[in-house]
Structures are given as C-alpha cells and as structure tokens.
C-alpha cells in the first residue's frame, strides 16, 4: 500500500459517512451528474474504477447497468463490500502505484474520481489504464481543480464582500511551482500533490491519450439559490474533468 493510501485508509471510515451524505452537496449535485452525463448509456460497458473509495460511485454506475471492477486499500474496499456491493461489482484491494491486476484491453471506461491529485505517482496508474483499456476506450479522471485549490490560492470574501457575495474573490498566490501538501479531511490528514494542467497534460501525452473532452462543472442558479453556502461554486470552477481516449502506439 502506499503512503498515501495508507492515509486515506486511516480516514476511510470519516470519509464513507460524508460520502453521499446531505452534506455532500458538491460531488451528488456536481462532480457525479457530470460524470454520468459524460459516460452516457454504460449499460453493458466494462468500466474500471480506480481508487473508488466507499464504492459509491461504482454502485451507481452498476445500477446503470455496467460490469464493474473497482479498487482501493483494504479499509475503504471493506467499507464499498459492506455497503455498496452489487452482482455487477468486483471490489479488489489493490494499489494503483503497482501493475493492475487485469488482462490487457479488458474495459471499456477507466475512471478515478478524485485521485489523481492525491498520489504522488500517477506514472503507473497512466500507463496501466493504457495497457487495460479497449483501443479507442475512454479515461474519465475529475480532479480538485487545480488552479482554485488550497494551497494555490483562496477563496476569500474580503471588506466588499461580507456586504455582497458578488464581490467575494479568489486570492491566488502561487501555480506555478509544484509542491505537496496535506489537507485537512473531516479532522484526518491526508496528501494532496499540485500539478498544473499542462502537467497533466503532458503526462497523458506521454502515455498515449488524447484529451477528447474537458469539463469544469458550474451550478446552474436553482442549484446556488438551494445552497447558497456554496456559493462559490458559482465563482470558480472547484473540480477538473479530463476525457481521454486511448490511442495506439
Ligand atoms: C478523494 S478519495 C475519492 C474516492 C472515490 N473515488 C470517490 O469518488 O469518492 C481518494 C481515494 O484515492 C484512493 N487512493 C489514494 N492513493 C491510492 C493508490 N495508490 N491506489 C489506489 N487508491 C488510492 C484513496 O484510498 C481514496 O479512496
């Protein structure tokens, strides 16, 4: 397992009690309908889930008909077995930093949702999507977005706008310089890596995909007017989404 595995395994179950709860109102109102709008009908499709924490996306994603294979550490895959297992799900233990343990070109759809941005290494989580991906199969990756993510910079409401939302703003201060961080997770600490978009870029560049599609979810204003705590989710964009294809080399 790696390190930061080994953090997240020590949050797993504070996280699988905020994961879908009402308060998890930016990835249920969010991140997960952008996603299901961007996999489309996966009825029948193989999908891979990589680091899917409490299995909750790989259970939605199997009532939507798919064959599921999803990993994590041990303590978030019991936790997805306890609570989200489904004829259609296979949950593995496994660590994305080693060679994955499927046949060559096996699925159809490779997403990991929120984990890029928490690893270290993506080197081998690149190069084995690639090699268990179907020719012309698709990566779905979301991340925090990079550019408006603690340590970056941050949200602030400022003189102006504890009298007007509207001109709250965000204070960035450095994007330029990779750096490692550790965040504050519902009271457990876990690593967060900055990587700039070209960075990413160039690292699936070199392990063959082509980005086909890019998404940076916005509200609508029912959404803000329902939440208005989250209001600056209607500010700047809080995840990244990459579409990627697979292409031969
Ligand atoms: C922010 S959580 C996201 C979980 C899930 N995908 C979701 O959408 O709720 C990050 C997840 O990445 C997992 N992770 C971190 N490093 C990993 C690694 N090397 N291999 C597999 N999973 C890893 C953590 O265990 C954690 O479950």
Redesign the pocket.
Known sequence: ??S??EL??K??EK?HQF?GSPQDKL?MGL??PTIFEILGNIQGKSLL??????G??AFEISKKGAQVSA???E??VNIAQEHFSHPNIEFRT????KAFPYHDQKFDVV?????LM??KNIET?LKESHRVLKDHGKAVF?ILHPCFTPPVGRFRRGILGRVNKKYAYFHAKNYFSPFESTKD?LGKK?NYYHRTISDYMQNFQKHHFVMTDIFEPKPNEQWIKNNPDLYHADHIALFLLFVLQKTRY
């Open positions: 397992m790696s930061d595995q997240w395994a949050a797993a996280y994961v990835r991140l997960y889930d990589i680091g899917c924490g409490n909750l996306f990993f994590d550490s303590a978030m496994h660590d994305a930093t997403t990991a949702n929120m984990v928490d690893m989580l979301s997770l876990t």
